[in-house]
């Protein structure tokens, strides 16, 4: 009754604004509870690192890490019924030109179109990983190096799926993360690795 009265008042044009309003209050406020939920994880963390925990409303919170040389941004997404929940490693240190590697699957081989096919001449690397840059000299005389082609090995060893650069830095992504890989002592060694890739 009061809502059949509600909508005679307001007629239609009020009745859309305020079924706009009510999805964007919705939304605005899922995103309030996963940013809590998710900085109720990362604070135990960021203690341990001595870092802080900030938040923005696009990225949600992360921790901000300063010890490492470049900024570093460790942030968890929670995921949801269709999708995982994601760890991220953003180093905002950029490299100068962009490039993304995965494992060279033939999802990967089909959907992945951007940019130019790299190899690095090493057969099993090259078998194992798909390697697109927008500048292949660049990016192949760049990953050429032992320690990163060992940084990249290890991370696809431990579950991340993606690792990519472009114009604010480098990052890495793993899906269906658990909470051992959110302990100080895997996280500082995600660091170290990531640290050691991109260190010039």
């Known amino acids: ?19 706009i309003l009510g999805f964007l209050l919705l939304v605005y ?6 940013t ?9 963390l960021a203690e341990m690192l001595n870092a802080e925990i ?3 409303f696009l990225l949600g919170s992360y921790i901000n890490i300063l010890s490492y040389g470049p900024e570093i941004h460790f942030r ?41 096919e790299v190899e690095l001449n090493d057969v099993s690397f090259d078998e194992e990983f798909l390697i697109r840059a927008d500048k292949p000299l660049e990016t192949g005389s760049y990953l050429m190096d032992s320690k990163r082609k060992d940084a990249i090995k290890y991370f696809f060893e431990n579950g991340f799926t993606e ?15 658990t909470n051992d890989d959110i302990v100080s002592e ?4 995600y660091l170290d690795n990531l640290n050691t890739f991109t260190r010039m």
Request: aromatic residues 12%.
């Open 76 to 116: 968890l997404t929670l995921g949801g019924k269709n999708s995982p929940q994601y760890l991220y490693l953003e180093l905002l240190n950029p490299v100068g030109f962009g490039f993304k590697i995965t494992r060279r699957q033939v999802l990967n081989e089909i959907f992945f179109r951007w940019g130019k």
């Open 1 to 19: 009754m009061f809502i059949e009265k509600l909508m005679n008042d307001l007629g239609v044009p009020g009745f859309v604004v305020l079924s």
């Open 29 to 34: 406020a899922i995103v309030k509870i996963s």
């Open 186 to 189: 895997k996280v500082r060694t």
């Open 163 to 177: 690792i990519k650069a472009n114009a604010k830095g480098v990052y890495a992504s793993k899906p269906n993360y």
């Open 36 to 44: 809590k939920m998710v900085e109720k994880k990362l604070k135990p």
């Open 54 to 56: 900030k938040s923005s």
